[in-house]
T-cell receptor, first 115, second 108 residues
């Protein structure tokens, strides 16, 4: 049963601390997305990778956020330093470029609380 | 940029039919997707329309009119498990831009 996995599922941290979220996309998928979901802003695209190359990070605050794919089985999203306004659920999704219906498969999310 | 509008809430009884409308304005358009999200869960794919017309998948159907920049999701024979948020999303090359979501509450 192929699925996207994310760790940690929950993270509580204090303002100023570094946060690293990890994602394992579905094996064989060549696109990876990071989204942030809040009540106020809804689902926002933060970053997009295709074949491990970052192609779009226009939705990401560059001064504190960074996203990487060190290999095909791991994508990371890092916040340094974290701020209370970063509190949100962060979803990773994967898919196939030109896949059937352009479907994106979402992981269970990381619920981040920054105090 | 993209903007999508859909109703914020819909309430209906079990067995009823619900239609969630979505209008969009976009600088590029490949198709319209629908995703379902249960409370505390991840969004899951429901449907995708690239061409005008109706796509049916079991109890759920989705419609698109490209000339009207309009689509809808039709939920038939509502069940309690259909209580969730439903998002329309414009697909543009690789990117999904989501609407704010419609919370559907199904009552017994």
């Amino acid at each position: 049963d192929a699925r996207v996995t994310q760790t940690p599922r929950h993270k509580v941290t204090e303002m100023g601390q570094e946060v690293t979220m990890r994602c394992q996309p579905i094996l064989g998928h060549n696109t990876v997305f990071w989204y942030r979901q809040t009540m106020m802003q809804g689902l926002e695209l933060l970053a997009y990778f295709r074949n491990r190359a970052p192609l779009d990070d226009s939705g990401m605050p560059k001064d504190r956020f960074s996203a990487e794919m060190p290999d095909a089985t791991l994508a990371t999203l890092k916040i340094q330093p974290s701020e209370p306004r970063d509190s949100a659920v962060y979803f990773c999704a994967s898919g196939l470029k030109s896949g059937v219906n352009n479907e994106q498969f979402f992981g269970p999310g990381t619920r981040l609380t920054v105090l | 940029g993209q903007s999508l509008e859909q109703p914020s809430e819909v309430t209906a009884v079990e067995g009823a039919i619900v239609q969630i409308n979505c209008t969009y304005q976009t600088s590029g358009f490949y198709g319209l997707s629908w995703y379902q999200q249960h409370d505390g869960g991840a969004p899951t794919f429901l449907s995708y329309n690239a061409l005008d017309g109706l796509e049916e998948t079991g109890r759920f159907s989705s419609f698109l009119s490209r000339s009207d920049s309009y689509g809808y999701l039709l939920l038939q024979e509502l069940q309690m498990k259909d209580s969730a948020s439903y998002f329309c999303a414009v697909f543009n090359d690789y990117k999904l831009s989501f609407g704010a979501g419609t919370t559907v509450t199904v009552r017994a």
